[in-house]
């Protein structure tokens, strides 16, 4: 709910703080006093546009903060939390509008800087204000359908067919991105068949390119290692080559080791290790120098699969390592068209049963629609009589969509249609209503959408504030005390602030406020004060006889104040 209202240098406020309850608040006050500026600077807080029109004479800046009081559950808090913006689930939401006397605007949210459009949109979930200029709200006929969901407490029914709907566009996206695939699949048949089979008769492998490189470097320089691998072994064999001389010199220490005391036993070791490793060494190099001289026509072998390997990378646009992949799917995307039509017939089966769940669901609260909506026409008609709209007609229109135009809420448009006069057609509630015929429209609306207690509602609309801004303009008596007594009704399920001119309507508050102008010297400031009982029923007795206060006034005052239970 709204809780407070700051308000800094806009118009004729030079300073003003207000803090609001809960229930039904009246707002009265002359003509001219200033409760329209009240609704400005609101409405600047709530991201209506504002110009340097509002800032006080003088001032460099007019400020403007409304606090909100709401519960962690609040859908503006979820709101918030997407745009980082979510302060503790105790904390109130601030928002907050600076304008300064050159028409530049500035917009917070708990001191954080914020896009004007950031308030626009939390104001319109935040405060509904109904009045002769309405700008969203019921008047916005893309919430009828919602309210009408909301009345028939068909809210559970229009979660299912959106979740149906999801999962028929998800079906419908697979179909076509298969079909899609399908498509260019078949325009690059010729040439997948043709890479496919010259990849496959190429094969490659990955890390061949390195290791083919490699061998084709050594093989390059074969020769200067065949002459050194001789020059080797040429050495290694020369005279008893130097394993027999490492042999030799074994025996003639071995000879003699007895009478060495093992003295030169770590000597004969080392020479038995050495001749090993002579022996392999020698073995190394004649297989070495063997693999060469059979190696002959390697060298040009290795650069024709290097140079295929390349060019065929080349061609494809992609690293030679990845050729394997490439031919992997080459292949894949063939078999996709071989195996194409049975594919889609599956996508397309998917697709229909998708569509037929969404659409039976659909239709079912189509059905569940058109039924609440006769019942909510019921009690909106006699709604309409004591608010002197006995000659209007209200109704609901429920009518199916084309099947491009069915959403995730449905297959139906839903529209509130009124007609003011006799034998007139019916329009659009926003283009037939006027001045105060719109207000008690949106009045008798919310009283019949009002959602009982025991359906589980709290707030009125959904939305915890609502505003009607002179909804008893043209009326009085009787009407107007029927206007005083809707209001209260709504106000048990939401918080209602209601501008007013009429003392039938301000006698039901709960809460009452006076706008003034006061005069001090050449200055004039709008001020608001807080109404106690006896000052209550002055400002009732005012409202009843004009200017002058008679003790007549004031007897009329008691008892409209006894009728409503002040």
Do not use: C
């Given at each position: 709910?709204?809780?407070?209202?700051?308000?800094?240098?806009?118009?004729?406020?030079?300073?003003?703080?207000?803090?609001?309850?809960?229930?039904?608040?009246?707002?009265?006050?002359?003509?001219?006093?200033?409760?329209?500026?009240?609704?400005?600077?609101?409405?600047l807080a709530l991201g209506a546009r504002g110009d340097a029109g509002l800032v006080a004479k003088g001032a460099a800046q007019a400020s403007v903060s409304a606090s909100f009081a709401l519960d962690g559950k609040h859908p503006v808090r979820a709101l918030l939390a997407e745009r980082g913006l979510a302060p503790d689930a105790e904390e109130l939401i601030i928002l907050r509008r600076v304008i300064g006397a050159d028409g530049r605007s500035r917009a917070f949210v708990n001191d954080q800087p914020v896009?004007?459009?950031?308030?626009?949109?939390?104001?319109?979930?935040?405060?509904?204000?109904?009045?002769?200029?309405?700008?969203?709200?019921?008047?916005?006929?893309?919430?009828?359908?919602?309210?009408?969901?909301?009345?028939?407490?068909?809210?559970?029914?229009?979660?299912?067919?959106?979740?149906?709907?999801?999962?028929?566009?998800?079906?419908?996206?697979?179909?076509?991105?298969?079909?899609?695939?399908?498509?260019?699949?078949?325009?690059?048949?010729?040439?997948?068949?043709?890479?496919?089979?010259?990849?496959?008769?190429?094969?490659?492998?990955?890390?061949?390119?390195?290791?083919?490189?490699?061998?084709?470097?050594?093989?390059?320089?074969?020769?200067?290692?065949?002459?050194?691998?001789?020059?080797?072994?040429?050495?290694?064999?020369?005279?008893?080559?130097?394993?027999?001389?490492?042999?030799?010199?074994?025996?003639?220490?071995?000879?003699?080791?007895?009478?060495?005391?093992?003295?030169?036993?770590?000597?004969?070791?080392?020479?038995?290790?050495?001749?090993?490793?002579?022996?392999?060494?020698?073995?190394?190099?004649?297989?070495?120098?063997?693999?060469?001289?059979?190696?002959?026509?390697?060298?040009?072998?290795?650069?024709?699969?290097?140079?295929?390997?390349?060019?065929?990378?080349?061609?494809?646009?992609?690293?030679?390592?990845?050729?394997?992949?490439?031919?992997?799917?080459?292949?894949?995307?063939?078999?996709?068209?071989?195996?194409?039509?049975?594919?889609?017939?599956?996508?397309?089966?998917?697709?229909?049963?998708?569509?037929?769940?969404?659409?039976?669901?659909?239709?079912?609260?189509?059905?569940?629609?058109?039924?609440?909506?006769?019942?909510?026409?019921?009690?909106?008609?006699?709604?309409?009589?004591?608010?002197?709209?006995?000659?209007?007609?209200?109704?609901?229109?429920?009518?199916?969509?084309?099947?491009?135009?069915?959403?995730?809420?449905?297959?139906?448009?839903?529209?509130?249609?009124?007609?003011?006069?006799?034998?007139?057609?019916?329009?659009?509630?926003?283009?037939?209503?006027?001045?105060?015929?719109?207000?008690?429209?949106?009045l008798a609306l919310k009283v019949a959408l009002r959602v009982p207690a025991d359906r589980g509602a709290r707030k009125a609309g959904g939305l915890p504030t609502l505003i009607f801004d002179e909804v008893d303009s043209g009326i009085g008596g009787a009407v107007a005390a029927a206007v005083g007594e809707r209001l209260v009704v709504l106000a048990e399920s939401a918080q209602i602030l209601v501008?007013?001119?009429?003392?039938?309507?301000?006698?039901?508050?709960?809460?009452?406020?006076?706008?003034?102008?006061?005069?001090?010297?050449?200055?004039?400031?709008?001020?608001?004060?807080?109404?106690?009982?006896?000052?209550?029923?002055?400002?009732?007795?005012?409202?009843?006889?004009?200017?002058?206060?008679?003790?007549?006034?004031?007897?009329?005052?008691?008892?409209?104040?006894?009728?409503?239970?002040?």
């Open positions: 709910m709204l809780q407070g209202l700051s308000i800094r240098d806009v118009v004729l406020i030079d300073r003003l703080d207000l803090g609001f309850e809960t229930g039904l608040s009246a707002l009265t006050g002359e003509t001219g006093a200033g409760k329209s500026i009240l609704l400005d600077a609101l409405g896009p004007v459009g950031t308030l626009r949109e939390l104001g319109h979930r935040l405060v509904e204000i109904h009045g002769q200029f309405d700008t969203h709200g019921l008047l916005d006929a893309s919430t009828h359908r919602g309210a009408l969901d909301t009345f028939g407490v068909l809210g559970g029914e229009a979660d299912q067919v959106a979740t149906l709907h999801a999962a028929w566009r998800q079906a419908v996206t697979a179909e076509e991105e298969a079909r899609e695939r399908a498509a260019k699949a078949a325009t690059d048949e010729a040439f997948l068949r043709h890479a496919v089979e010259e990849l496959e008769q190429l094969d490659p492998k990955p890390g061949e390119e390195t290791e083919l490189a490699q061998r084709r470097a050594m093989l390059a320089a074969r020769e200067k290692l065949v002459e050194a691998l001789a020059a080797a072994r040429a050495d290694l064999a020369a005279g008893k080559g130097v394993e027999g001389a490492l042999r030799g010199a074994e025996r003639h220490l071995a000879r003699v080791a007895p009478q060495a005391m093992g003295k030169i036993d770590r000597a004969l070791a080392a020479l038995d290790r050495a001749a090993i490793e002579a022996a392999d060494a020698m073995a190394e190099v004649e297989a070495l120098e063997n693999a060469l001289d059979l190696d002959t026509g390697d060298l040009e072998s290795a650069e024709e699969r290097l140079f295929a390997l390349r060019a065929a990378a080349r061609k494809h646009r992609v690293e030679v390592d990845r050729l394997a992949d490439l031919k992997a799917e080459f292949a894949a995307r063939l078999a996709t068209l071989d195996d194409g039509e049975e594919g889609l017939k599956r996508l397309a089966t998917a697709t229909a049963k998708a569509r037929a769940a969404y659409a039976e669901a659909a239709r079912a609260l189509s059905v569940n629609r058109r039924t609440a909506a006769q019942k909510l026409d019921k009690a909106i008609a006699k709604e309409l009589p004591p608010l002197k709209l006995d000659k209007a007609k209200f109704r609901t229109r429920v009518e199916e969509l084309p099947e491009a135009s069915w959403s995730a809420s449905g297959l139906d448009r839903v529209a509130f249609e009124v007609a003011t006069n006799p034998g007139a057609d019916l329009g659009p509630i926003d283009r037939i209503a006027s001045g105060g015929e719109l207000a008690r429209f949106m501008v007013t001119h009429s003392p039938q309507v301000a006698a039901k508050a709960q809460h009452h406020w006076r706008v003034i102008k006061k005069t001090a010297g050449r200055t004039v400031a709008t001020a608001v004060d807080a109404l106690d009982a006896k000052a209550r029923r002055e400002e009732i007795a005012r409202m009843l006889s004009g200017a002058s206060v008679t003790e007549a006034a004031r007897a009329a005052a008691d008892d409209l104040l006894a009728g409503a239970g002040a």
